[in-house]
Nanobody, 115 residues
Framework: VQLQASGGGLVQTGGSLRLSCAAS????????VGWFRQAPGKEREFVSA????????RYADSVKGRFTVSRDIAKNTLYLQMNFLKPEDTAVYYC?????????WGQGTLVTVSS
């Protein structure tokens, strides 16, 4: 599948954004779909992972209680609802799909949280 991430933008501290990761050329069935982020000058880091078949989710400790993953099966889209955003959440956010040895990255979407 090909992935299209969107929804980034500029928000103030404490604000919210919802990112979307839409699949095309297939469905997310059987995939694990993850969110990662890369802040300026830092390595890409894990944010969350969602098992499409089973709906289980994992979150990085840094976002637990603030970020929530949801999905729209009909739209083959995974969402990342980000609440109570902090300046340290500023990063380019990427979605990634994995099934077996097959993986795909979407293009990033920039989230900037101003203090």
């Amino acid at each position: 599948v090909q992935l299209q991430a969107s929804g980034g933008g500029l928000v103030q501290t404490g604000g919210s954004l919802r990112l979307s990761c839409a699949a095309s050329g297939g469905t997310f069935s059987g995939y694990i779909v993850g969110w990662f982020r890369q802040a300026p000058g830092k390595e890409r880091e894990f944010v969350s992972a969602f098992r499409w078949s089973g709906s289980t989710t994992r979150y990085a400790d840094s976002v637990k209680g603030r970020f929530t993953v949801s999905r729209d099966i009909a739209k083959n889209t995974l969402y990342l609802q980000m609440n109570f955003l902090k300046p340290e959440d500023t990063a380019v956010y990427y979605c990634k799909s994995v099934r077996g040895v097959t993986s795909s990255w979407g293009q990033g979407t920039l989230v900037t949280v101003s203090s």
